[in-house]
């Protein structure tokens, strides 16, 4: 059974930093497309980054490009989110997801708040 779980998150000021990691089991994690979503309170979810099988391949939403990094270790089964010059727009649940052989898989999601 897929399990993925977040963690990393909290309460940043904005222009500071925060490292999210998504530890993944129960799947072959290396053929797996990977991708942090977040969801702001009261907005729909939206596609934050997305990286290939092999850590290559990488696709940033435009609001995050230059600040965001998403990385993944497949030795490990884990997955990074790097951010920096955090915005108060950027406060919201953050997602791990993953896509393997047409299947799709969530994690319960981690709380990111920047306020001052």
């Known amino acids: 059974q897929a399990h993925l779980v977040e963690s990393g998150g909290g309460l940043v000021q904005p222009g500071g930093s925060l490292t999210l990691s998504c530890a993944a089991s129960?799947?072959?994690?290396?053929?797996?497309?990977m991708s942090w979503y977040r969801q702001p309170p009261g907005n729909k979810r939206e596609l934050v980054a997305r990286?290939?099988?092999?850590?290559?391949?990488?696709h940033y939403a435009d609001s995050v490009k230059g600040r965001f990094t998403i990385s993944r270790d497949n030795a490990k089964n884990m997955m990074s989110l790097q951010m920096s010059s955090l915005k108060l727009q950027d406060s919201a649940m953050y997602l791990c997801?993953?896509?393997?052989?047409?299947?799709?898989?969530w994690g319960q999601g981690i709380q990111v708040t920047v306020s001052s």
């Open positions: 997801h993953a896509v393997i052989a047409g299947n799709l898989y």
């Open positions: 129960g799947f072959t994690f290396s053929n797996a497309v």
């Open positions: 990286i290939g099988t092999l850590g290559g391949n990488t």
